[in-house]
Every structure is written in structure tokens, then in C-alpha cells.
């Protein structure tokens, strides 16, 4: 319950944080002409960088400049016993997060990370992920402190059954509330 009421004050700071700073931005678009006269005639940024699998991109935080490369994608099965579902049946990304920046990272990443599939529906990434014998699934990318120059790498899970078609991945830093989007096409 603690953890709970933490990640909602969390939440609401970040949530007071973002409706003070601006407009979100998105990563490594290349600008025309054109795109520079839409932006200062005040018109929305153009949207996220694309990017796909094993692909890295530069997304910068509030406080810190982040590398964020997804290196690996996989299905997994509901798992099942005594005729109760554990674990739903999940598609999973495999991330890798380097802070490039001069100061410390700290995130929970399944708050930076959204999975949209062929219908255009989002799916937050999913805590409770089981192996197969019922104990929590190693390897999973949560709560991270990154040193400036170190890196972490990891699995996010996203409750998704086998007919459900995943379409891309979008990372913002910072719990969601970071200033660019990075974003990667999956098939």
C-alpha cells in the first residue's frame, strides 16, 4: 500500500512538473524548412522519431541525455496452475538504457515505457510476470538508478494475447513526463 501512495504523489509531482514546462519535442526528427516555419508559427512539434529493433536513440530527460536501444522482442504463455492463471499471456521488450548525461538517473521504467498494438490501443507494461514454476520472472527492467556513463538492460512485459498484433514502443524518460519520445516500430 506504501508503494502505492508513493507512486501516486510521485505521479501528481511529475504531473504539476510537466504542465510547467512547455511542449513535448520529439527525438532525432530531421527539421526542413518548412517544419521550421510551421514550429515558430506556433503549430504542434512535428511527432516521435522512428526507429526499429536494435536500433539506439538519443531521449533526453528533464535532468540527464539517455541512449535507449531495443534489442530483442519475445512471446510469452499464460502460466497457468491448479487452474488459476499466474501470469497472462505477455509480449516482451528488451531495452537498453545508458545515461550519456552528467548526472544520476533514477526512473521506473514500466512508467516510460507504452506498447500500441495493431488497433491502435495502448498496454502499460505489466508488474506481476511469473516464470514458469510461479516465482517472479528474472530479468525484468524496473526501478533504475543509472550513474552517469554506466547502463542497465532488461525486460518490460505487456499483457497481450497471442491475436493481439504489437505495432510499436514508445519511451519517455522520466516516468512518462521527459520532454522528447522515442519510438520504435515492431513487427
Known amino acids: 500500500m506504501t508503494r502505492k501512495l508513493l507512486l501516486v504523489a510521485v505521479l501528481l509531482v511529475a504531473l504539476i512538473f510537466a504542465a510547467s514546462c512547455g511542449t513535448t519535442t520529439s527525438v532525432d526528427t530531421p527539421t526542413t524548412p518548412s517544419d521550421e516555419s510551421q514550429e515558430a508559427a506556433g503549430d504542434e512539434a512535428p511527432g516521435p522519431a522512428k526507429a526499429g529493433m536494435g536500433d539506439t536513440l538519443s531521449i533526453a530527460g528533464a535532468e540527464t541525455n539517455l541512449e535507449v536501444t531495443l534489442s530483442g522482442s519475445k512471446r510469452v504463455k499464460a502460466v497457468k496452475s491448479y487452474g488459476m492463471e499466474m501470469s497472462p499471456a505477455a509480449y516482451g521488450v528488451k531495452l537498453t538504457i545508458k545515461n550519456v548525461g552528467d548526472v544520476l538517473y533514477e526512473d521506473s521504467v514500466l512508467n516510460c515505457a507504452v ?4 488497433k491502435d490501443q495502448s498496454h502499460d507494461a505489466y508488474i506481476g510476470m511469473v516464470s514458469k514454476s510461479g516465482s517472479p520472472m528474472s530479468g525484468l527492467l524496473d526501478n533504475v538508478k543509472i ?3 554506466d547502463k ?5 512485459f505487456y499483457e497481450m494475447t497471442p491475436k493481439e498484433k504489437p ?12 520532454p522528447q519520445v522515442g519510438e520504435w516500430l515492431l513487427k
Do not use: E, V
Not at 506498447?115 to 495493431?118: K, P, Q, T, V
Not at 542497465?152 to 518490460?156: I, P
Open 115 to 118: 506498447l500500441i498494438d495493431a
Open 147 to 149: 550513474a552517469p556513463g
Open 152 to 156: 542497465r538492460s532488461g525486460w518490460l
Open 167 to 178: 505495432r510499436k514502443l514508445q519511451f519517455t524518460a522520466d516516468s512518462g513526463f521527459g
